[in-house]
């Protein structure tokens, strides 16, 4: 079956260290790949995302995030967290049929950060 | 970019009424609109996916005749919650898809009471 995997429930970092959220999928082939953030409340905002070439992907708020296909794996990371990076994180995955397909959605992982 | 907005953000009802839950995508046409309900500190869940002038496509286990969904244009998409009770207060979030693009609505609070 096809899942989404944030196996880190909730991480706490210091302001300015650096940040790695994991993300592991199980699909078929492999699929387009997203990460969104969550603030509390609010709907959903659109970090980055992978579709194909260079595996390695930069996104808004100094976000950027790694595609490696031999472990399955979107890890999104980040090198400084301010403190406005306090929110949710989910890792979510759709089919690669070129069409908008329902995006799969992983747990989530709450990132906070102490001052 | 691409904005879909979301109406009402937060919403209390009594049990046994209805309420509609707007979502227009400003500026693009969304093609396929999505609905989820979102439990706290919980993942979305997703309960419909509706393309312009088609019938809502429901998750199993969504009542299709509680949550009424209407995707009349390719701006507009509505949820109603029909007779809605205590258990379906809920976090509920839209979600515009074209061609590969999801933007969500900033999601709308239902509470029943």
């Known amino acids: 079956a096809q899942s989404v995997t944030q196996p880190d429930i909730h991480i706490t970092v210091s302001e300015g260290a650096s940040l790695e959220l994991r993300c592991n999928y199980s699909?078929?082939?492999?699929?387009?790949l997203f990460w969104y953030v969550q603030s509390p409340g609010q709907g959903l905002q659109l970090l980055l995302k992978y579709f194909s070439g260079d595996t390695l992907v930069q996104g808004i708020k100094g976000f950027e995030a790694e595609f490696k296909r031999s472990q399955s794996s979107f890890n999104l990371r980040k090198p400084s967290v301010h403190w406005s990076d306090a929110a949710e994180y989910f890792c979510?995955?759709?089919?690669?049929?070129?069409?908008?397909?329902?995006?799969?959605f992983g747990t989530g992982t709450r990132l906070q950060v102490t001052l | 970019g691409a904005v879909v907005s979301q109406h009402p953000s937060w919403v209390i009802c009594k049990s046994g009424t209805s309420v509609k839950i707007e979502c227009r995508s400003l500026?693009?046409?969304?093609?396929?609109m999505f609905w989820y309900r979102q439990f706290p500190k919980q993942s979305l869940m997703l309960m419909a996916t509706?393309?312009?002038?088609?019938?809502?496509?429901?998750e199993q286990g969504v009542e299709k005749d509680k949550f009424l969904i209407n995707h009349a244009s390719l701006t507009l998409s509505t949820l109603t919650v029909t007779s809605a009770h205590p258990e379906d207060s809920s976090f509920y979030i839209c979600?515009?898809?074209?061609?590969?693009?999801?933007?969500f609505g900033s999601g709308t609070r239902l509470t029943v009471v």
């Open positions: 979600s515009a898809g074209s061609l590969l693009s999801y933007t």
């Open positions: 699909y078929g082939a492999t699929p387009y």
């Open positions: 500026d693009f046409q969304a093609t396929t």
């Open positions: 509706s393309n312009e002038g088609s019938k809502a496509t429901y």
């Open positions: 979510a995955v759709v089919p690669n049929t070129g069409t908008a397909s329902k995006l799969t």
